[in-house]
């Protein structure tokens, strides 16, 4: 059966928007995997000193955990996040940039069993033990490249505490990280 001259013109609008639909899909999935501007390379903002301060008081001022920051915070590197969370299961978090590298700073009274799975890995390797800052840290890395320090501390009110340092950076960097923790510190003061 063919097609007549009067029904092949009825269908030529139906065909050409056809294929203007999937010249527009590819399009997009082209720009949306190959396109997009890199996100990793947009300026990271640090958050305010204030910010900083007004979690590290909260946190001190419940008691539960030490509320450890960096004293000072190394030069070059930004703080882009912290919260301090209250309650049966206490946390601390600071994160941090280096030039490049980040670094996250982890208090809670969860397990070093679980801090090392959430923060470092699942299948993280146990290397061996530092002296750091005046205090014994178990190491831990990861096939991705990641380094930990962990060490359990006693906080405020008599409970134990994880204190975990870890991230991307070189581990130099995390070891001095960890040396200058101060649980009274103020940053910026």
Known sequence: MSMTEAEARRLRPWNSAIVALVVALVVAIGWYYLGRPDESTR???AIP?????????AGRAD???????????PAGW????AKYETGVAPHWHVG???????VGLEESRDTTENVVKQYVDENAVRGDDVEVGGNTWQTWTDAGGDYALV?????PDGEQQRVIVY?????AEIRD?????SATAVPGA
């Open 63 to 73: 008691g539960k955990l030490t509320t450890s920051v960096p004293d000072p915070v």
């Open 78 to 81: 930004k703080v882009t996040s």
């Open 151 to 155: 060490r359990t501390a006693t906080a």
């Open 49 to 57: 000193a204030a910010e900083l301060v007004g979690w590290v008081k």
């Open 96 to 102: 941090m940039l280096t030039p490049g590298k980040y």
């Open 43 to 45: 300026p990271v903002k």
């Open 167 to 171: 991230g991307s950076a070189p581990n």
């Open 177 to 181: 990280l960890a040396a200058s923790l």
